[in-house]
């Protein structure tokens, strides 16, 4: 089976500092990985996405992540988190193994409060 | 990425009364999922609907309660059937799209369903 752990729930930064939003997963196969924001009263957007290759990976708004295989994490970053980063944050995984299908599981979240 | 739609965009609803939410999509796509949200909680994955056959459902979701079309490869429906306060959620559409040469699943904006 195949889970995801976002560790925290909420992350407070100051405007201007990096931000780090934590994620963790367990597949049995090799993964693929996604970061999706979600502002208030609005679906999930896509942020950004590892898939193979270099294991930094750059995406929308700034943000980027680092796939992590022997502590299997894949944080996502922003060097200077702007008060519009506000919003809550999803982590999701899918196993690339044939049998797990296009089944995307999700973490729990972690809001982001980007204070001016 | 694909434009997807939902309606509506929200409701509310009286316990044992059912609801239908459409999902269009502005290309053809092959995979269609559905998500629920409940309040302050992560996505979890309700059923892949499939063209041309019976969907797909995750354990604890049934046909009965949740019956989906998918009559075409732009074109969902997902209906909350015999709803109680249980039920208030968000829903949301995702299409699987072909990106980078890599799959993604991008949403719609969601359904924001109140049941009374």
């Known amino acids: 089976a195949q889970s995801v752990a976002q560790p925290e729930d909420q992350v407070n930064v100051a405007e201007g500092n990096p931000l780090t939003v934590k994620c963790t997963y367990s597949?049995?196969?090799?993964?693929?990985l996604f970061w999706y924001v979600q502002y208030p009263n609005r679906g999930l957007q896509f942020l950004l996405k590892?898939?193979?290759?270099?294991?930094l990976v750059k995406g929308s708004y700034g943000f980027e992540a680092e796939f992590n295989k022997s502590q299997t994490s894949f944080h996502l970053k922003k060097p200077s988190a702007l008060v519009s980063d506000s919003a809550l944050y999803f982590c999701?995984?899918?196993?690339?193994?044939?049998?797990?299908?296009?089944?995307?599981?999700f973490g729990g979240g972690t809001r982001v409060l980007v204070k001016p | 990425s694909a434009v997807i739609s939902q309606k509506p965009s929200r409701d509310i609803c009286q316990r044992g009364t059912s609801l239908t939410i459409q999902c269009q999509v502005d290309?053809?796509?092959?995979?269609m999922f559905w998500y629920r949200q409940q309040p302050g909680q992560s996505l979890t994955l309700i059923a892949t609907?499939?063209?041309?056959?019976?969907?797909?459902?995750e354990s604890g979701f049934v046909i009965d309660k949740f019956p989906i079309s998918r009559p075409n490869l732009t074109f969902s429906t997902l209906t909350v059937s015999n709803m109680s306060p249980e039920d208030s959620s968000i829903y949301l559409c995702?299409?699987?799209?072909?990106?980078?040469?890599?799959?993604?699943?991008?949403f719609g904006p969601g359904t924001r369903l109140l049941v009374l």
């Open positions: 995702s299409v699987a799209s072909i990106a980078g040469g890599s799959e993604t699943q991008y």
């Open positions: 597949v049995s196969g090799n993964p693929y």
């Open positions: 590892y898939i193979t290759g270099d294991n």
């Open positions: 999701a995984v899918r196993d690339m193994k044939k049998a797990a299908g296009n089944k995307l599981t």
């Open positions: 290309s053809q796509v092959t995979m």
């Open positions: 609907a499939n063209q041309g056959s019976e969907a797909t459902y």
